[in-house]
């Protein structure tokens, strides 16, 4: 343990090392970061869309996967989309964003939550985030809104700029469920619709409701490294037959039912999910309270395991929340980063694959020039956070310590 005082060099040594011999032990065959499982129906149902010829974007499976989001999740509708950043552009639209606006979003995120937003001609406006969820801090946005921006006519203006500030995309980051009240209620008093960036929580719930049903929009993914995949996909979650009817139509190039004649009546997507991936999401969901119970269970192992490490400790969902655990993460107590690099080399040279939390999207070249407010807790948040195995399948194999 690195609680005696010492020089600094050392003191970062020891720390590095007793992080990666807990992690050895419980892995001593090393870990994948996030690997899919397929131990149900889905060779079955794949095999099916073969068999029958429905491959491509009609066919049942397709509508029973839907059906079968809004059964887990409660949403009135769900439209299952190509993949999640397809799900989040279409949000986004039907939120009203157009060419030349600007869109609150986290710093701490895939880079898809901002690519999204360029997908409208729009340009992402980076927002800090709070240690407690690692989402956006509600508190903060608010007051820095209202004193960079300013109600004209029917819309909000940031006054900077110019541009109009059109809506605000909060993230549920590594599947622990943001604050959503104190969101919803900022953006209700700033008059902005809000968005949820569901990729990462399906599974979770914010007191006792899922994710991705709190505002009019939300987003889910099923990418091979989500908790439950489709190979690539998405799905809106709509919770207003309007906006689950537009986002329908332009998912499927906006093609106005006909007999035999093809009208097409808005520049719409090719967006809708192929029968072959819901098919295999179908046999996925069928698994996802499981999935769910056994990433808590890991969970579970971690928290055990650095326990009485004074220099670290694991994240742990907020008191308001059931987090999913899509991905754990080791959060150091200092911004140490040469400790944080050697972990992540050391591990990754075992075989245990750790990752550090994504670049801050402000500081990639694409998005470097954009508005930002002052974002410490992304800063600090990249420099202590390390993402560990979170596999379901892992919580079989952990040798636990005695
Ligand atoms: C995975 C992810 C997406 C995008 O989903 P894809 O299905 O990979 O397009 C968007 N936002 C966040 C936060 C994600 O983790």
Redesign the pocket.
Same mark, same amino acid.
């Given at each position: 343990m690195s609680s005696l005082p010492g020089p600094t060099r050392d003191h970062r040594h020891s720390l590095a090392d007793d992080v990666v011999s807990a992690l050895t032990a419980m892995f001593p065959d090393g870990a994948g970061l996030h690997e899919p499982e397929f131990g149900g129906n889905e060779w079955a149902y794949v095999k099916e869309c073969i068999d029958t010829g429905w491959v491509s974007t009609a066919g049942e499976f397709v509508d029973q996967f839907e059906q079968t989001l809004c059964d887990l999740t409660g949403s009135p509708y769900a439209i299952a989309t190509v993949? %999640?950043? $397809? $799900?989040?552009h279409i949000c986004l639209i039907l939120a009203g964003v157009r060419t030349g606006d600007e869109v609150i979003v986290p710093g701490l995120? @895939?880079v898809?939550?901002a690519n999204?937003v360029s997908y409208c001609g729009a340009i992402p406006h980076f927002a800090d985030i709070e240690l407690e969820t690692l989402g956006l801090d509600a508190g903060r946005l608010g007051r820095y809104l209202e004193e960079v921006s300013e109600w004209r006519q029917d819309h909000r203006v940031n006054k900077a700029t110019g541009r109009p500030i059109r809506a605000v995309v909060c993230?549920h980051?590594f599947g622990h469920p943001t604050d959503l009240d104190s969101l919803m209620a900022v953006c209700a008093a700033l008059d902005l619709p809000l968005i949820e960036?569901a990729?990462?929580s399906l599974g979770s719930l914010y007191r006792g409701r899922h994710t991705g049903t709190f505002t009019p929009f939300g $987003?889910l993914? @099923?990418?091979g490294?989500?908790i439950a995949t489709t190979g %690539?996909? %998405?799905a809106v979650l709509a919770q207003d037959p309007d906006v689950a009817a537009a986002a329908k139509h332009l998912t499927t190039t906006a093609k106005v039912p006909h007999a035999f004649e093809f009208i097409h009546d808005q520049v719409g997507y090719n967006y809708r999910m192929p029968n072959l991936n819901a098919g295999l999401g179908c046999a996925q969901l069928e698994r996802l309270s499981d999935f769910v119970s056994r990433k808590r269970r890991l969970a579970d192992h971690y928290a055990r395991t650095f326990e009485n490490f004074s220099e670290v400790s694991v994240f742990t969902e907020p008191a308001f929340a059931q987090s999913n655990y899509w991905l754990n993460n080791l959060m150091l107590a200092h911004d140490e980063t040469a400790a944080r690099n050697t972990i992540l080399k050391t591990l990754n040279e075992n075989g245990i694959m750790a990752r550090a939390a994504w670049t801050p999207i402000n500081r990639l070249p694409m998005y470097a020039n954009c508005p930002a407010m002052p974002l410490p807790v992304v800063d600090d948040v990249y420099a202590r956070a390390l993402a560990l195995p979170s596999s379901p399948a892992l919580v079989e194999g952990i040798v636990v310590r005695s």
């Amino acid at each position: 343990m690195s609680s005696l005082p010492g020089p600094t060099r050392d003191h970062r040594h020891s720390l590095a090392d007793d992080v990666v011999s807990a992690l050895t032990a419980m892995f001593p065959d090393g870990a994948g970061l996030h690997e899919p499982e397929f131990g149900g129906n889905e060779w079955a149902y794949v095999k099916e869309c073969i068999d029958t010829g429905w491959v491509s974007t009609a066919g049942e499976f397709v509508d029973q996967f839907e059906q079968t989001l809004c059964d887990l999740t409660g949403s009135p509708y769900a439209i299952a989309t190509v993949n %999640g950043t $397809a $799900a989040l552009h279409i949000c986004l639209i039907l939120a009203g964003v157009r060419t030349g606006d600007e869109v609150i979003v986290p710093g701490l995120s @895939f880079v898809a939550t901002a690519n999204a937003v360029s997908y409208c001609g729009a340009i992402p406006h980076f927002a800090d985030i709070e240690l407690e969820t690692l989402g956006l801090d509600a508190g903060r946005l608010g007051r820095y809104l209202e004193e960079v921006s300013e109600w004209r006519q029917d819309h909000r203006v940031n006054k900077a700029t110019g541009r109009p500030i059109r809506a605000v995309v909060c993230m549920h980051t590594f599947g622990h469920p943001t604050d959503l009240d104190s969101l919803m209620a900022v953006c209700a008093a700033l008059d902005l619709p809000l968005i949820e960036d569901a990729a990462e929580s399906l599974g979770s719930l914010y007191r006792g409701r899922h994710t991705g049903t709190f505002t009019p929009f939300g $987003a889910l993914s @099923f990418n091979g490294n989500k908790i439950a995949t489709t190979g %690539g996909g %998405g799905a809106v979650l709509a919770q207003d037959p309007d906006v689950a009817a537009a986002a329908k139509h332009l998912t499927t190039t906006a093609k106005v039912p006909h007999a035999f004649e093809f009208i097409h009546d808005q520049v719409g997507y090719n967006y809708r999910m192929p029968n072959l991936n819901a098919g295999l999401g179908c046999a996925q969901l069928e698994r996802l309270s499981d999935f769910v119970s056994r990433k808590r269970r890991l969970a579970d192992h971690y928290a055990r395991t650095f326990e009485n490490f004074s220099e670290v400790s694991v994240f742990t969902e907020p008191a308001f929340a059931q987090s999913n655990y899509w991905l754990n993460n080791l959060m150091l107590a200092h911004d140490e980063t040469a400790a944080r690099n050697t972990i992540l080399k050391t591990l990754n040279e075992n075989g245990i694959m750790a990752r550090a939390a994504w670049t801050p999207i402000n500081r990639l070249p694409m998005y470097a020039n954009c508005p930002a407010m002052p974002l410490p807790v992304v800063d600090d948040v990249y420099a202590r956070a390390l993402a560990l195995p979170s596999s379901p399948a892992l919580v079989e194999g952990i040798v636990v310590r005695s």
